[in-house]
């Protein structure tokens, strides 16, 4: 048993020195590897008090890194929960972590981007469609942003 936990452990160790991963994260790729339930948890236990694994620093860190990639909040949420972070400490780690004024001046940078690639591609004209608008705005509301801060965006874009 003892030969069993040590072998989880520097497999959970290698695995986290790739990346940070939540405790979930970690359970389901031990769980590959097939390790019994026990073992995997007298190691996620282990690591949480060796302070390896701490699913607020993991959801802090991945706020910072998406907000850097101009992803929104709702879909930094959504892999937030899909990693298996708890609710409450994922909306800390949004709160905590990115700057709403930050967010709206990615957005914009973003729906730049988009307009522009959409000029060069269909021409000026183009632009003052309907169909060039909603295509703006369903690219930023699929990056994640809200969609009413989306909509104040792409308005005072393509006036």
């Known amino acids: 048993m003892q030969e069993e936990l040590e072998r989880c452990y520097a497999a959970a160790l290698r695995i986290l020195a790739y990346r940070f991963n939540s405790a979930a994260e970690l359970r389901r790729k031990l769980r590959r590897k097939e390790f019994e339930d026990e073992t995997i948890a007298a190691t996620l ?7 390896w694994l701490d699913d607020e620093r993991f959801a802090g860190a991945l706020v910072r890194s998406r907000a850097r990639k101009r992803v929104g909040r709702l879909r930094i949420r ?16 949004i709160e ?3 700057d709403p004024e930050q967010e709206r001046d ?8 988009k307009i522009e690639a959409l000029r060069r ?13 909603a295509k703006v705005a369903s690219s930023l509301v699929r ?14 874009l393509m006036r």
Do not use: F
Not at 45 to 51: F, G, N, P
Not at 78 to 93: H, I, N, Y
Not at 128 to 133: L, P
């Open 78 to 93: 959504r892999e937030l929960q899909e990693a298996g972070v708890a609710e409450d400490a994922a909306a800390r780690a």
């Open 121 to 133: 591609r269909h021409g000026d004209d183009y632009l003052s469609t309907e169909v060039a608008r």
């Open 143 to 156: 990056s994640g942003y809200e969609t009413s801060m989306v909509l104040d965006v792409v308005a005072a």
């Open 96 to 98: 905590e972590n990115l």
């Open 45 to 51: 236990s282990r690591l949480q008090a060796d302070k």
């Open 106 to 113: 990615e957005l914009v940078v973003l729906g730049r981007k």
